[in-house]
T-cell receptor, first 112, second 114 residues
Framework: AQSVAQPEDQVNVAEGNPLTVKCTYS??????LFWYVQYPNRGLQFLLK??????LVKGSYGFEAEFNKSQTSFHLKKPSALVSDSALYFC??????????FGAGTRLTVKP | EAQVTQNPRYLITVTGKKLTVTCSQN?????MSWYRQDPGLGLRQIYY???????DKGDVPEGYKVSRKEKRNFPLILESPSPNQTSLYFC?????????????FGSGTRLTVV
């Protein structure tokens, strides 16, 4: 079965600085990788996904993620963080059976 | 608007009192799933359904029941809630056989069992 690890519970960055939220995965076969964001008192919102093709995937709100097959990683990045990016971020991996597995989540705090 | 609707958003109940959390989607998705979210544990799957009258256990099914009598609805039933079921619950739906599609999530139900 597929699995995801998010090694950091918390990431703190200053506004305007680049941010990275880390994710590694394990899956047999081709991975379908996703990032979701959760704002307080809200459901999970889709940010971006990797299915195939270019290793750098661009998504909503200026976020991007880099797929690295050799390192089995799918780190979320943004060149310049905003205070409004502060939220809980989940990495997820799906296999061919629609079964999506989520990481434990990383809380991103962007300070002014 | 394409969406997954959960009700209620907030619920406080007492131990042992049966409750149902409803979930409905308007996208004609075959696949529906329930998750619970707990700090440090991420989202854990409770039950899922690949179509009408087809349901299967996820990772943490104990204490929960589901039904799928209609394609659009997938209620979560707690026959005898206990305090360890205090959690944030999410319903999600997706197109079956389309793992690249991703999930659409409901807004969540925060359940407190006292």
């Amino acid at each position: 079965a597929q699995s995801v690890a998010q090694p950091e519970d918390q990431v703190n960055v200053a506004e305007g600085n680049p941010l990275t939220v880390k994710c590694t995965y394990s899956v047999s076969g081709n991975p379908y990788l996703f990032w979701y964001v959760q704002y307080p008192n809200r459901g999970l919102q889709f940010l971006l996904k990797y299915i195939t093709g270019d290793n750098l995937v661009k998504g909503s709100y200026g976020f991007e993620a880099e797929f690295n097959k050799s390192q089995t990683s799918f780190h979320l990045k943004k060149p310049s963080a905003l205070v409004s990016d502060s939220a809980l971020y989940f990495c997820a991996v799906s296999g061919n059976n629609n079964d999506m597995r989520f990481g434990a989540g990383t809380r991103l705090t962007v300070k002014p | 608007e394409a969406q997954v609707t959960q009700n209620p958003r907030y619920l406080i109940t007492v131990t042992g009192k049966k409750l149902t959390v409803t979930c409905s989607q308007n996208m004609n998705h075959e696949y529906m799933s329930w998750y619970r979210q707990d700090p440090g544990l991420g989202l854990r799957q409770i039950y899922y359904s690949m179509n009408v009258e087809v349901t299967d256990k996820g990772d943490v099914p104990e204490g929960y029941k589901v039904s799928r009598k209609e394609k659009r609805n997938f209620p979560l039933i707690l026959e005898s809630p206990s305090p360890n079921q205090t959690s944030l619950y999410f319903c999600a739906s997706s197109l079956l056989g389309e793992p690249n599609y991703g999930y659409t999530f409901g807004s969540g139900t925060r359940l407190t069992v006292v």
